[in-house]
């Protein structure tokens, strides 16, 4: 029989408050490894401000995030920022050329990713050739899908995707969304993503978990919890 499926990401109690209110509150999941878990709910409801407490972009005010057991505030922020990769809504590339952008992640470590290994990634983000081209030469699409190979240069063990088609329109968005469909599958990643569209969580994750005001409202197989009611406004 194979073991279970450990808890790679689990957060106990999960708080923060800011300028008087609760942005997340008493927030306890897990997510196994290998999953994808959808974070969905209204405008407002904490999905970002959560996310931003699973990588310590913001510091919670309350409970704790583990990963893989350890809390994340026992490690030093470089070893964090590889193990947990995140790619935002908006691609906040560096000024410089794609090849810049995906070696960043690695050179915080002292270590150069070779021109292959470069190719090697801009290939699975669909992007060949795109290596030496500047940054401010890109499509809103291209950028994107620049933001996700510099993500996986780390070799990360998480994925944090913060409503990242939502910058995009028509074919584009399509295509990015079965893009990272497809690298979480092929790498076996661990994912949370942050998404208002319903259809895109249904497609993407196994299980969903709705927030309202901060607060889980709901938790379990996308398809049960999408259909019964997480519609959002």
């Known amino acids: 029989m194979d073991p279970a499926p450990r808890a790679i990401l689990r957060t106990e109690g999960l708080g923060r408050r800011a300028g008087g209110r609760a942005l997340v509150e008493d927030v306890s999941v897990e997510v196994l490894a290998g999953e994808v878990l959808a974070v969905v709910g209204p405008s407002g409801a904490g999905k970002s401000s959560f996310l931003r407490l699973l990588d310590r972009l913001d510091e919670p005010t309350s409970g704790r995030v583990l990963l893989d057991g350890r809390d994340v505030r026992e490690l030093p922020p470089r070893e964090l920022r590889r193990r947990v990769g995140m790619v935002m809504q908006a691609p ?4 410089g050329s794609v090849a810049d952008n995906v070696r ?13 290994a470069v190719a090697e990634l801009l290939a699975q983000v669909q992007l060949p050739g795109f290596a030496d081209r500047p940054v401010d030469h890109l499509s809103g699409g291209e950028a994107q899908r620049v933001s996700v190979a510099r993500a ?6 998480v994925l944090l995707l913060d409503e990242p088609t939502s910058a995009l329109d028509g074919e584009a968005r399509r295509a990015l969304e079965e893009l990272l469909a497809r690298i979480v599958r092929e790498r076996a990643l661990t994912c949370v993503v942050v998404t208002h569209d319903l259809g895109q969580a249904a497609r993407l994750a196994g299980r969903a978990l709705v927030l309202a005001a901060g607060r889980v409202r709901r938790l379990g197989p996308a398809e049960e919890v999408l259909r019964a009611g997480a519609a959002l406004p």
């Open 92 to 95: 906040a590339l560096f000024p």
């Open 104 to 116: 960043f992640g690695p050179a915080q470590r002292g270590e150069r990713l070779q021109d292959g």
């Open 152 to 157: 996986l240069a780390n070799r990360p063990e």
